[in-house]
């Protein structure tokens, strides 16, 4: 499969595959991204995980801080606790939220609405959301360390 059909099924997979958390999976929320497909993301639970994003994910799309991803455990992760199943845009969340499974901590105040067409800037739905948030400030650097730096002694 050439690059560019890769991208393509991988794009049209995360925006129109409709899938509900399975019993070990859970909904999660991107924190910040750490550099090298490792992601920091809250779950329902309020605790902070390190997640990554699998390879079918890396280059061909990209989460910024406040997307909304199906995680499921690493048995044997130390660190890196969680992986990437799947990312949510607005039309899963709402398929989610109307099966009754969205967790409460993660309820939003108003209706997702489905988003469709052309943005102002001539972008279409496919990369909506999907571009990378690079601008960081000096706390998330303190905040995301490298994950070699914080080996347990």
Known sequence: MS?????????KEVLEQFVLPTE??????IVHG???NLHKANL????EVLVSMPKKFRVNVYVKRGNFVILEPILEGVKVRFEVVNILYQEQIQFIQDHGMWPEEFKLEEPVKP???VD???YSDVYAGIESDESGSDDEEL???NVEE???A
């Open 143 to 145: 905040l995301c360390k």
């Open 3 to 11: 690059k560019v059909t890769k991208k393509k099924f991988v794009h």
């Open 34 to 36: 750490c550099g090298n």
């Open 24 to 29: 070990n999976q859970t909904v999660g929320m």
């Open 44 to 47: 329902p639970s309020g605790e």
């Open 150 to 152: 914080n080996k347990d």
């Open 120 to 122: 102002k800037s001539g």
């Open 115 to 117: 988003k469709h067409g």
